[in-house]
Each structure stands twice: as C-alpha cells, then as structure tokens.
C-alpha cells in the first residue's frame, strides 16, 4: 500500500503545481500526506509486533491488525475526502 500512497502522494503535487492551489492548501495537502504516511507506519510497526511476540493465530491480535489497517483505511478516504474538497471546484472552471 505504501507504494500505492506514494504514487497518490506524487500525482496530488502534479496537480497541485498544475492548480496552482494556494499556500494554505498547500498545507492542508501536506499535512494529509503526512496523516496517511503516519498511519502506514503505525499499522506496519503494530503488525510486525503482533507477529513477533506469537506467530499463533489468535482473536486478539487479530483485532490489533484489524483496528491498525483501519486506522490507515480512515486516513486515506479523509485524504481522499480532501483532495476532492480543494481539487474540484479547480477541475470544473478549466
């Protein structure tokens, strides 16, 4: 997935530039990058834990992944949502 983000993450700076978006959206761009970036991170860690403290498959560390890629899920449709909200209204006037 984080290959995935990367590619989204290059093609939202393309179309920032061809926008030409504000400094604040700029900002707002960033920090989703960062969000989505963070919670990748955070589920990788949690998941590379839960394997290495049991390789048995067990209803609790299930959750622990499940809640972790969540967390990245929710991250990714608000970036998303965002995206959408300053790139829109662009795209319409062109």
């Known amino acids: 997935m984080v290959r995935f983000h990367t590619i989204a993450a290059i093609s939202v700076i393309l179309a920032g530039i061809y926008f030409e978006i504000s400094y604040f959206e700029w900002l707002v761009v ?5 969000m989505v970036f963070v919670a990748e991170m955070v589920n990788t860690s949690i998941e590379a834990m839960v394997d290495l403290i049991s390789l048995e498959r067990r209803q609790d560390a299930k959750v622990a992944k499940d809640v972790s890629a969540g967390m ?18 662009k795209f319409f006037l062109l």
């Open 30 to 34: 960033l920090f989703t990058f960062n």
């Open 72 to 89: 990245v899920l929710v991250s990714a449709l608000s970036a998303i949502a965002i995206g959408v909200y300053i790139f829109l209204p």
